[in-house]
């Protein structure tokens, strides 16, 4: 996506000789920048996006743009004390992957408020709550209590 | 709608000929000709307790054309649209009746048959398949739906016998018989007819062997927990670890919606009133895994003004083994809460029975704590010894909460008359395996544990007895009685936990058969039409009682 334009201009002694018409501007020289784009994407296109190259797909990573993703129909926009509990859980993407994407999924046309918001965090406390301390729960594996959002849905 | 002649091709003269049509049969008339012997209403007693009138010497052929109807039905969605096109009567005249629909189906009015198919034949019955235009399989798709609702109508009957709303979960004959079978075993304990009842259990093993799906795990439940009931005297109550049944409940929270409905629900009941505190203190009647406190935990931290400080007391059973498995719950709460940065204490407090527990061993500080109690299935377990929910609505009454989530299976299976427990349980139970059927993706290892769960609740129900018995649910309308009784004001759930109860089905598999509602303040969930379990939230009474 690096935009050089390069001119031909021809000299008064033929000789031509390359000038840049425009300063170059390079995208990945910018992450701010690309950031500041790849906020304003919806989810599938942010997932193409992380895969364009792995400099991108590192950007992608920055969680703030998947807080934004999932904040976008919130109003009013949830405290910034939101911030420090999803990340201490696991952050903003792996909240949209667990708990967003497969609700959207099945329920396209959902509205999504502050209640919405709620369970979906509830559903990622569970989720982690039930990865705390592997060791002590009965059995092998820790539950999966969301195990229920990851199963494909037969839609019949 | 064909009106044919009257047709008597059974010698016997029938008590009330059937006045729906009844085009002669060739094929049943082949069969049963010459086979009666003369008889004179000489019922068979055991259709007579289920409410059908058929000769004992007319048991074989009855016999034989139900074999033939199911196998004809079974095969195939043809005689259902033929059978709803005609009106039959009088079922519990059960031989004229099954002659109806047969000769109905034999004579298809439809020309859309291959008349050129053969359908194999059940030779131990002496049928012989007659080509043309017969009810065989004509390859067209089954239309489960309008089976369900045919067999429906035809169970709608209005014999008087049969004052019980019947059940049918499966489109097939045998589900019909096998609730037919539960509930003439229920009748005949109910009756101390125990020799009856032992062969009828027997007879509901086999059925439900035989059926798949949801109705045929029902049935070998209940049928467990009848013949517990049948053939010791002394019932020996399940003894199993308390470690099993918390890991049998981890199942069913994870496999179905119910035990997160009754979290989610109650934890934005409790949200909401305590907006303004600065110190909560939950107390927990069945503490189980604690699945319920991180969210309400998470909530908290974010609400605008800052997090409360959060204390937790936690009541499970006794602990039989050295480890401490209350404790170590807290510890790990305690980590959660560290993590979303909620100030946390926990205590932890096992009591055998809900009862024994006294105001002081809360050590509540009322002047700078906000009380909130909860329970989730709790309370229900404290009504097996009289005066025992007295006592601990009493006790939560003492220590002055200021909101009281109540959540609660909504069926009466607590009646004195074991018959009407058992009837309500069947119902209740076959639509919570419903429920579980439908979640195709599930997990087996996780739908199996629910089922065990259950299962467990229903040998409780049908064959314990006295202080054993300790599920003894009772409906909304009953706790309320008791709630207000006690000096407990209803505090209706608010919008938002209906909304967020309302998308949590809507995620979950099966999610079209779910169904919340809203019930006078309270949110129920239930399975099509059926309501399963309820929220409700209380507080104290504020005017003074006269």
Known sequence: MSEKRIGMVEKSNNKRQRVNLVPTFSI????????????????????????????????ARNDSIWEELCFRQVSPRPSLSLRSVVSALGGYRCLYFLCIRPVLARVPKIIWSRDQLQLSLSLYCVHYYERLHVGAWIGDAPPSSLMFLRKPVNVV | MKRGHEETWDPTPHPQPPSGSCEGSSMTDNIINGKMADDNNNMDELLEVLGYKVRSSEMAEVAQKLEQLEMVLSNDDVGSTLLNDTVHYNPSDLSNWVETMLSELNNPESSDLDPTRICSDRSEYGLSAIPGLSAFPSGEEEEASSKRIRLESVGSWTDPALTRSVLVVDSQETGVRLVHALVACAEAIQERDLILADALVKSVGTLAASQAGAMGKVATYFAQGLARRIYTNDVVSSTVGPSLEEALQMHFYESCPYLKFAHFTANQAILEAVTTARRVHVIDLGLNQGMQWPALMQALAVRPGGPPSFRLTGIGPPQRESSDSLQQLGWKLAQFAQAVGVEFEFKGLAAESLSDLEPEMFETRPESETLVVNSVFELHRVLNRTGSIEKLLTTVKAVKPSIITMVEQEANHNGVVFLDRFNEALHYYSSLFDSLEDSYSLPSQDRV?????????????????????????????????????????????????????????????GGDGYRVEENDGCLMLGWQTRPLIATSAWKLAESPRE
């Open chain 1, 28 to 59: 990945n020289d910018h992450h701010d920048v690309l950031v500041e784009i790849l906020r304003r994407l919806d989810g599938p296109s942010l997932c193409s996006a992380a895969c364009v190259c792995r400099l991108w797909s590192a950007v």
């Open chain 2, 449 to 509: 544990m629910s089922e065990v769960y259950l299962g467990r609740q229903i040998v409780n129900v049908v064959s314990a007895e006295g202080t054993d018995r300790v599920e003894r649910h009772e409906t909304l309308a009953q706790w309320k009685v008791r709630m207000g009784s006690v000096g407990f004001d209803p505090v209706p759930l608010g919008s938002s936990a209906f909304k967020q109860a309302s998308m949590l089905l809507s995620v979950f598999a």
